[in-house]
């Protein structure tokens, strides 16, 4: 029973914190930026988004819903954002991954709760199927491994 209890101990500590982050970045097949931020939406009310990234101290405001806001001219039509079920946005960003800053801060706001994520250009991976399974189900990933160890242990 304590061997059970410190496998899932460790394997909660290292699955949840690397396929759990609030805000995900990828490239797409046809080289589109792909940028999910997840986060709990409220209910029957309309949630703000903006979508930026900074390279050194200038941030860049690529898509927003926010009134006053304005997206930079390099960006107008460039972009496009959904909504994600069950929470959270997804931004789109055509065309630009040949033209990416090296080192680039990703930064997306919705209804006043913010996430980033650093990553440099060469660390970009792929919007492959599984690593989405992955980063989206931590959760689950986790209560299966741990099903699975329990029940042949």
């Known amino acids: ?3 059970s209890l410190f496998v899932c101990g460790i394997l909660g500590v290292l699955l949840i914190p690397a396929h759990c982050d609030q805000i995900s970045v990828c490239v797409e097949e046809d080289n589109d930026l792909r940028v999910d931020c997840r986060t709990e939406l409220k ?3 309309l949630n703000s988004y903006e979508f930026s990234w900074s ?3 200038k941030e860049s405001l690529i898509n ?3 009134s006053g806001s304005s997206v930079e001219t390099r960006f ?3 972009s496009h954002v959904e909504e994600l079920e069950p929470h959270g946005y997804r931004m789109v960003l055509k065309g630009f991954t040949d033209k990416l800053p090296h080192n680039t801060t990703y930064i997306c706001k919705i209804s006043g709760v913010v996430a980033t994520v650093y990553m ?3 660390q970009l991976l792929p919007c492959a199927a599984v690593s989405v399974f992955l980063m989206r189900s931590c959760s689950w ?4 491994l741990l099903l699975i160890y329990i029940t042949h242990s």
Not at 141 to 144: G, K, P, T
């Open 55 to 57: 390279s050194g101290p």
């Open 141 to 144: 990933i986790v209560s299966l």
């Open 43 to 45: 209910p029957s009310k």
């Open 1 to 3: 029973m304590l061997k």
């Open 64 to 66: 927003t819903n926010v």
């Open 76 to 78: 107008i039509d460039k």
């Open 120 to 122: 440099e250009k060469a």
